[in-house]
């Protein structure tokens, strides 16, 4: 069966958002672990160590690697915006206003959330109708249907 022409190009849109979320991701992550100048710095700026710079190295490249995988896209993309949200917070606190970076993954992010959830719709549960059921819309008793 094929896909209609909009859902090709939404799909291969996704993918390279996608792809280009999680090269980033996975290489900020990369730089916390391997303790790069300019991440040891910002945290000895924060002020909470070493070991939460590792931490949130980890929840990079936690949060990257779903991304490549469909299914889990979506909560990847997710994840992505939560944890970019918290950096700008932080740079913020901080007094740094390259914390605003952060917006453009957070843009990118929603697309793919927002991408994901509409090819999920495909072959999804419509509006009325039962995850359980498929076979046509819920009687509603209440409404005497």
């Known amino acids: 069966m094929s896909q209609p022409k909009g859902n090709r190009a939404l ?3 996704l993918w ?3 792809i280009l979320l999680a090269l980033a991701y996975l ?3 990369y730089s916390k672990l391997v303790d790069a100048p300019a991440a040891a710095e910002i945290f000895d ?5 070493d070991w939460f710079q590792y931490v949130v190295g980890v929840l990079e490249i936690a949060v990257a690697i779903p991304l490549l995988i469909p299914r889990y896209a979506r909560r990847g993309a997710i994840a992505l ?3 970019a949200v918290v950096a700008i917070g932080v740079h913020a606190a901080i007094g740094d206003p390259n914390g605003l970076v952060f917006v453009v993954p957070i843009v990118l992010a929603s697309v793919v959330v927002r991408g994901r959830g509409k090819l999920a ?6 509006a009325g109708q039962s995850p359980v059921d498929r076979r ?3 009687s ?3 409404a005497g249907g």
């Open 27 to 29: 290489s900020f992550g």
């Open 121 to 126: 719709g495909e072959g999804g549960v419509r």
């Open 16 to 18: 390279v958002l996608q």
């Open 11 to 13: 799909r291969a849109t």
């Open 140 to 142: 509603d008793p209440i």
């Open 45 to 49: 700026r924060v002020g909470w160590g």
């Open 81 to 83: 915006i939560v944890l």
């Open 136 to 138: 046509g819309p819920v």
